[in-house]
């Protein structure tokens, strides 16, 4: 039935299939949740014809996961000349709440003159009216003097964001301005960031920095180091870091930043409640009795071995989730008391008809992993966990189905990660 959707709009939806089962789930619009927008130029300032870089964070403060989550980045006002890249990221398809987006643009700032500035704006689209951030990038002139132990040098340190999901990597910047009139930074001295152990509850580990060093920092222009950071903990333990410069350009602040580590809450969503983090495309089903021909519907021979494939969604934005070998389609018959299981499998094959047991280098508990916020096809037709043996549904009946789902949300195969199961009703089966 034709009908328009306003994506200004939240809505309840209710699904049913042509067999009368049903789905009911709410779809929030992001001008409907509060959302907290910052804006950053890392660096402020910059000199002519140079690139920095703005840095736009979008978090969920609400108690229901956001859907669609689109930067939307103003033409630059002022008098300098700024040119913005497309973003990193073009979208988050879902934000649970307390999680941050990251989106970032490359901007070249050209000008005639010291001082000259353009201010960008950014904003979501279809997000609240007025609920944005602004930043100005300023153009410098470089001047090339002796370094010297006695400049003034500004350091700040920002965690992005603040608030990880156990096992998944976040990001330290350091940003370093120049407040003196000389330039910094020669290639015997150069600028050297340092970064202290972490302290706290929390297991961090920080990568190294990027870049290493830097030199001829021109008065008034900053200068970002960045580490990569891996947070493990329960929820609310947090690791604290603190930033300084090495000598001859220490003595200044030393600023800190923290992570804290979040559970994955999602009690209080309509899309836990109805949906789940990970969700079924139901259109996408198909069965193979043979490894070639994959065949849509739900009726099909009940004696022959069968190999289930349907697409499944990852609906967490910041995290990729890594399926147990546990993970199964158990199956039980309506009229009696006959059940059976389709294990997870890595594929089929064809010539012959087989499977490729799920095994995987590493951990071979945790081979197919769902990116986030991304789809990928899963297989079912292993008789018992981790094997090649195939398997039917046995005797000719109508079933009912449903498929447990185990697994992690984790940035490695191997990273311990927040462990997660659900249930996922399937299809209703036929066999003759």
């Given at each position: 039935m034709p009908g328009l959707l306003y994506t200004t709009k939240p809505y309840h939806v209710k699904l049913i299939t042509s067999r009368g089962n049903t789905n009911e789930f709410d779809v929030n619009s992001v001008g409907t949740a509060p959302l907290n927008i910052q804006l950053l130029a890392l660096p402020a300032a910059v000199s002519n014809g140079l690139k920095t870089e703005l840095t736009m964070t979008v978090t969920n403060n609400s108690t229901g996961t956001v859907t669609n989550i689109t930067p939307s980045l103003s033409a630059p006002s002022g008098t300098a000349t700024c040119v913005a890249g497309p973003a990193s990221t073009a979208s988050y398809n879902t934000l649970v709440p307390g999680s941050t987006a990251i989106f970032k643009w490359d901007v070249t700032v050209t000008g005639t003159t010291e001082g000259q500035t353009c201010t960008y704006t950014a904003s979501l689209q279809n997000g609240y009216a007025n609920n944005n951030a602004q930043t100005t990038i300023t153009l410098t002139q470089v001047t090339f003097v002796q370094a010297s132990t006695t400049t003034p040098l500004n350091i700040k340190l920002y965690s992005l964001p603040g608030n990880v999901l156990s096992g998944n990597t976040a990001q330290l910047v350091m940003v370093v301005n120049n407040n003196s009139t000389g330039t910094v930074g020669t290639v015997a001295s150069p600028i050297v960031p340092v970064l202290s152990s972490p302290s706290g509850s929390a297991t961090c580990t920080a990568g190294s920095a990027s870049p290493a060093n830097y030199k001829n920092l021109a008065p008034g222009n900053t200068v970002t180091f960045k580490w990569d950071v891996t947070t493990n903990g329960a929820n609310t333990q947090s690791c604290t870091y603190t930033a300084s410069l090495a000598s001859p350009y220490n003595g200044y602040s030393t600023p800190q930043a923290q992570f804290t580590v979040a559970a994955v809450i999602f009690a209080q969503t309509t899309l836990a409640q109805n949906t789940g983090i990970l969700t079924l495309n139901y259109t996408t089903f198909r069965w193979t009795q043979d490894g070639s021909t994959w065949n849509t519907g739900w009726t099909f021979s009940a004696a022959s071995n069968t190999v289930i494939r349907v697409n499944m969604t990852n609906n967490n934005a910041t995290g990729d989730f890594y399926i147990d070998a546990n993970t199964q389609i158990y199956f039980s018959r309506t009229s009696a008391s006959n059940t059976g299981q389709w294990f997870i499998a890595n594929k089929t094959t064809s010539s012959p008809f087989a499977l490729q047991k799920y095994t995987c280098g590493g951990p071979n508990n945790w081979c197919q992993v769902i990116p986030a916020g991304k789809t990928v096809p899963v297989y079912f037709g292993a008789k018992t966990k981790q094997t090649t043996t195939l398997t039917s549904l046995g005797q000719g009946d109508n079933y009912?189905?449903?498929?447990?789902?185990?697994?992690?949300?984790?940035?490695?195969?191997?990273?311990?990660?927040?462990?997660?199961?659900?249930?996922?009703p399937v299809i209703a089966l036929e066999g003759t």
């Amino acid at each position: 039935m034709p009908g328009l959707l306003y994506t200004t709009k939240p809505y309840h939806v209710k699904l049913i299939t042509s067999r009368g089962n049903t789905n009911e789930f709410d779809v929030n619009s992001v001008g409907t949740a509060p959302l907290n927008i910052q804006l950053l130029a890392l660096p402020a300032a910059v000199s002519n014809g140079l690139k920095t870089e703005l840095t736009m964070t979008v978090t969920n403060n609400s108690t229901g996961t956001v859907t669609n989550i689109t930067p939307s980045l103003s033409a630059p006002s002022g008098t300098a000349t700024c040119v913005a890249g497309p973003a990193s990221t073009a979208s988050y398809n879902t934000l649970v709440p307390g999680s941050t987006a990251i989106f970032k643009w490359d901007v070249t700032v050209t000008g005639t003159t010291e001082g000259q500035t353009c201010t960008y704006t950014a904003s979501l689209q279809n997000g609240y009216a007025n609920n944005n951030a602004q930043t100005t990038i300023t153009l410098t002139q470089v001047t090339f003097v002796q370094a010297s132990t006695t400049t003034p040098l500004n350091i700040k340190l920002y965690s992005l964001p603040g608030n990880v999901l156990s096992g998944n990597t976040a990001q330290l910047v350091m940003v370093v301005n120049n407040n003196s009139t000389g330039t910094v930074g020669t290639v015997a001295s150069p600028i050297v960031p340092v970064l202290s152990s972490p302290s706290g509850s929390a297991t961090c580990t920080a990568g190294s920095a990027s870049p290493a060093n830097y030199k001829n920092l021109a008065p008034g222009n900053t200068v970002t180091f960045k580490w990569d950071v891996t947070t493990n903990g329960a929820n609310t333990q947090s690791c604290t870091y603190t930033a300084s410069l090495a000598s001859p350009y220490n003595g200044y602040s030393t600023p800190q930043a923290q992570f804290t580590v979040a559970a994955v809450i999602f009690a209080q969503t309509t899309l836990a409640q109805n949906t789940g983090i990970l969700t079924l495309n139901y259109t996408t089903f198909r069965w193979t009795q043979d490894g070639s021909t994959w065949n849509t519907g739900w009726t099909f021979s009940a004696a022959s071995n069968t190999v289930i494939r349907v697409n499944m969604t990852n609906n967490n934005a910041t995290g990729d989730f890594y399926i147990d070998a546990n993970t199964q389609i158990y199956f039980s018959r309506t009229s009696a008391s006959n059940t059976g299981q389709w294990f997870i499998a890595n594929k089929t094959t064809s010539s012959p008809f087989a499977l490729q047991k799920y095994t995987c280098g590493g951990p071979n508990n945790w081979c197919q992993v769902i990116p986030a916020g991304k789809t990928v096809p899963v297989y079912f037709g292993a008789k018992t966990k981790q094997t090649t043996t195939l398997t039917s549904l046995g005797q000719g009946d109508n079933y009912f189905t449903i498929m447990l789902l185990y697994g992690k949300f984790a940035t490695t195969q191997s990273g311990s990660g927040t462990p997660y199961g659900q249930s996922v009703p399937v299809i209703a089966l036929e066999g003759t």
